[in-house]
């Protein structure tokens, strides 16, 4: 398979490591082992922390433990762990689901802009695909007759990510239900990738049910990386009909074969005490939206945002005559700032900006960038007029 650059990954894989004001990252702040066992009731850790680290690690269930598949089961409605695969992050679960569920011209309609794996695997299998955009004027949203004029009868699947990176629009229950409902009518699947599934904001919107509770050709993808602050342990999930199910374990054989032991047994423990990591997920956020709703009142010359809806990315605007990826990488490298360029999706002069990160480092990041921008405008970077977010 040929496959173009993941634009966003190449540069952030250039920063991650050499920055120290990450302010662009699509996760909460990171736990360790021991915050996830600081989860469990106190007469629990000790014999917890002594079966993790007595666990063999040979080879786990290749779907994944029937504990987690069974766990996350219950998080959606008509479902069993055999409708779970455990696979290798979110990113594992969409390359799956794309390359057993669709075929060279086979017609799919994706949403853009995106998350650049959703619109790129398509188009490596060669199919047909067409985008539903999310408008950008009136904050940002997701364009439902522009989803119903790309529909057709060919139409096979509808590949959607609410709340999405990097706008952070998201889709209402009732709209989802609609999506759904048209879509089925016409025969066919939503394929939902609700990676930031658990996260709504403090006083956003509420967190739709998930696409499988709404029938038979619904499917949806999770992962434990955003809303629970553990990337590292590469655990994400399909929940879909059985026959789809087993067809992508069939292709993991050859790809993964199976999560990794460890990861697994952690990955349980952060699904059973995903009420205390949402309380968490809430402290902080909240702690980043008024740092994030003070700096952008004072800035208003210099950029603008729309708040995210849910999720944790959002987009920003800046107001200076300078190409997103050129700033991104100055950003990076002369003020140790990181903030993802918008053209990795398609959207010039904006950044996408996240607000997982610790408060302090958001906060100072904010300031640095501040400084950024005016040092561009001390050395001559024109000034562009004040415009919203999308404009
Ligand atoms: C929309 C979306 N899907 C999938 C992924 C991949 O997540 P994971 O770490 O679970 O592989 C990301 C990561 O940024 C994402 O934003």
Redesign the pocket.
């Known amino acids: 398979m040929r496959i173009e650059e993941f634009k966003l990954e190449r540069w952030m894989s250039r920063w991650e490591t050499k920055v120290s004001y990450d302010i662009a990252e699509?996760g909460i702040l990171p736990m360790s082992t021991n915050d996830l066992l600081d989860l469990l009731p106190a007469g629990e850790r000790d014999a917890a922390r002594d079966r993790l680290l007595n666990l063999p690690l040979g080879y786990t269930e290749a779907r994944g433990t029937e504990a987690l598949r069974a766990a996350l089961a219950a998080t959606y409605e008509n479902t069993t762990a055999d409708n779970i695969l455990i696979t290798t992050?979110?990113?594992e679960a969409?390359y799956l689901l794309f390359n057993v569920l669709l075929s060279p011209g086979d017609e799919v309609i994706t949403i853009d802009p995106a998350?650049q794996q959703v619109q790129s695997v398509p188009k490596a299998i060669g199919a047909d695909v067409k985008y539903w955009r999310i408008r950008a004027d009136d904050g940002f949203r997701f364009d439902l007759e522009d989803f119903e004029r790309q529909l057709t009868p060919r139409t096979k699947m509808i590949s959607i990510?609410t709340p999405h990176?990097p706008t952070g629009a998201i889709l209402t229950d009732d709209e989802l239900q609609h999506v759904y409902e048209v879509a089925a009518s016409m025969g066919a699947m939503v394929m939902s990738?609700e990676?930031y599934r658990w996260l709504d904001i403090p006083g956003g919107d509420p967190m739709p049910s998930p696409m499988r509770n709404r029938g038979e050709l619904g499917i949806s993808v999770g992962?434990v990386?955003k809303p629970f602050g553990v990337?590292g342990l590469r655990i994400?999930w399909i929940v879909a009909p059985e026959p789809i199910v087993k067809q992508c374990w069939a292709m993991r054989d050859y790809i993964t074969l199976s999560p990794g032991k460890l990861n697994d047994a952690l990955a349980l423990i952060a699904v059973e005490h995903r009420d205390a990591i949402r309380s968490r997920t809430h402290r902080i956020v909240a702690e980043n939206m008024v740092i994030a709703d003070t700096w952008f009142a004072d800035n208003t010359d210099l950029a603008s945002w729309v708040r995210p809806r849910a999720g944790l990315l959002a987009l920003m605007r800046y107001h200076l005559d300078i190409p997103s990826l050129e700033l991104s990488d100055l950003l990076a490298e002369k003020y140790s700032v990181m903030l993802a360029p918008g053209s990795a999706f398609g959207f010039e002069q904006h950044l996408r900006i996240g607000v997982g990160q610790n408060p302090a480092i958001f906060a100072e990041g904010l300031a640095r960038t501040k400084q950024c921008f005016d040092d561009l405008l001390a050395q001559g970077v024109k000034r562009l007029p004040a415009a919203a977010p999308g404009a």
């Open positions: 699509s992050g979110a990113i969409n998350y990510n990176n990738d990676a992962t990386s990337p994400g």
